[in-house]
């Protein structure tokens, strides 16, 4: 069952066309990967699809409901969250202050404790460094926080875009393995990211964006063994 359909969606900056009509959905329990190069529309693409850049044209249904008008606080109150390109945490708040603004849609204060302690048994360092000014943490700490930012408010989507950006091949395995194992607890996922090569190897499908128009999709083992992929984004 699809929980996210994108139907011919359009973008434009001015006379520029970012999106030129594209379509995919995202099937409920899956993993589902946009790769591209830089420009060809992904970071847009999530952007729109939670609200945050306005659609000159298309449609965006999510679990069932249109949401193509509606402005982005109200669809994260349905249970979309993103992870932004470059983290974006709030740099002068402490680590726990970010995460309660993840909360900002949960009202039951036991929900809240619950879903903390959840987020700090996924990410420990969080819990350690709970008091700390999240402006000083390091680059894998932040997109920990960022990550465990976007859990409070319980999403059944969880949209990342370019969570591997900047981080050492270490914290990039890292990231994916957690990325994983949100996905077993019952999480969909949508992920942008440049990393083919590891976005491919977790995904159930992926889809390839090339100037605003989606080129190839299919499996995320049909994607890795294409030539195609292999020669663009794979360095094989």
């Known amino acids: 069952m699809a929980l996210l359909e994108v139907k011919n969606l359009e973008v434009s900056y001015g006379v520029i066309k970012a999106l030129k009509g594209i379509s995919f959905e995202v099937n409920e329990g899956e993993i589902v990967t946009l790769i591209g190069a830089n420009g060809a529309g992904k970071t847009t693409t999530m952007q729109s699809v939670i609200g945050l850049i306005p659609k000159n044209g298309g449609s965006v249904i999510y679990d069932g409901q249109d949401i193509t008008k509606q402005p982005c606080h109200k669809i994260v109150h349905l249970g979309m969250s993103q ?91 890292e990231v994916f393995d957690i990325i994983k194992d949100i996905n077993k607890d019952g999480t969909t996922i949508l992920l942008v990211e440049q990393n083919a090569g590891k976005s491919l190897a977790i995904s159930d499908r992926a889809y390839v964006l090339e100037t605003g128009s989606i080129v190839l999709s299919g499996t995320g083992a049909e994607l890795a063994a294409s030539e195609d992929v292999k020669k663009a984004y794979l360095g094989v």
């Open 83 to 173: 992870v932004p390109e470059g983290r974006r945490v709030f740099q002068e708040l402490t680590v726990y202050e970010n995460l309660l603004m993840g909360a900002y849609s949960i009202k039951e204060k036991d929900t809240f404790k619950e879903d903390l302690e959840k987020v700090y048994k996924r990410f420990p360092r969080l819990a350690e460094r709970s008091g700390q000014i999240a402006g000083t943490l390091s680059g894998g700490e932040q997109q920990m926080l960022a990550m465990g930012r976007a859990l409070m408010s319980r999403p059944k989507l969880l949209m990342l875009d370019e969570p591997s950006m900047g981080l050492s091949p270490l914290l990039v395995d």
